[in-house]
T-cell receptor, first 111, second 110 residues
Framework: QKEVEQNSGPLSVPEGAIASLNCTYS??????FFWYRQYSGKSPELIMF????GDKEDGRFTAQLNKASQYVSLLIRDSQPSDSATYLC???????????FGTGTSLTVIP | DTGVSQNPRHKITKRGQNVTFRCDPI?????LYWYRQTLGQGPEFLTY????????KSRLLSDRFSAERPKGSFSTLEIQRTEQGDSAMYLC????????FGEGSRLTVL
């Protein structure tokens, strides 16, 4: 079983809609959770991180964490064509340990 | 610009040649990671350093791969006797609580 699992997609949403991206992880000792965006041919860039159960909002982005279900999600409100990218979920067990990445979900926002 | 610098950005080499990539992390970050990424996959962990100490190395990593971080500053990743399967994007990340990635070094082995 992979440490971090994501639906590879592709996920398509119309412009202005809410995009919902999901991620599950296997290790209950996971402490930190990250969402990265990666445009084609570019390196990943951090969108958000979350450490505690519940929701964390930053502009149009909301990260949701449920440690009991070992589930983390990213919601993108008012999706824009510029949001079209691959979204990577990453999990860190503890400070200093390696970060495990999912395979990413490809999102296309249709104008 | 994350402040993490990698070079070369692109490297094309023939099978059997050696290649070396360099990463300059954010200066105040003690931890540095190397990842490999192929098309359609997430970054795959290779190794990481705490200052100059290499603390962990992927079990999947062949003996042809070696990494160093002398004096805890920049790091190098060397691949000896390259194979076509080594073709990938090699990513360096500087750890400040979250990972800041460089632009990557894309390797093509012919």
């Amino acid at each position: 079983q992979k440490e971090v699992e994501q639906n590879s997609g592709p996920l398509s949403v119309p412009e202005g809609a809410i995009a919902s991206l999901n991620c599950t992880y296997s290790d209950r000792g996971s402490q930190s959770f990250f969402w990265y965006r990666q445009y084609s041919g570019k390196s990943p860039e951090l969108i958000m991180f979350i450490y505690s159960n519940g929701d964390k909002e930053d502009g149009r982005f909301t990260a949701q964490l449920n440690k009991a279900s070992q589930y983390v999600s990213l919601l993108i409100r008012d999706s824009q064509p510029s949001d079209s990218a691959t979204y990577l979920c990453a999990v860190n067990l503890d400070t200093g340990n390696q970060f495990y990445f999912g395979t990413g979900t490809s999102l296309t926002v249709i104008p | 610009d994350t402040g993490v610098s990698q070079n070369p950005r692109h490297k094309i080499t023939k099978r059997g040649q050696n290649v070396t990539f360099r990463c300059d992390p954010i200066s105040e970050h003690n931890r540095l990671y190397w990842y490999r990424q192929t098309l359609g996959q997430g970054p795959e962990f290779l190794t990481y350093f705490q200052n100059e100490a290499q603390l962990e190395k992927s079990r999947l990593l062949s003996d042809r791969f070696s990494a160093e971080r002398p004096k805890g500053s920049f790091s190098t990743l060397e691949i000896q006797r390259t194979e076509q399967g080594d073709s990938a994007m090699y990513l360096c990340a500087s750890d400040g609580g979250e990972l800041f990635f460089g632009e990557g070094s894309r390797l093509t082995v012919l």
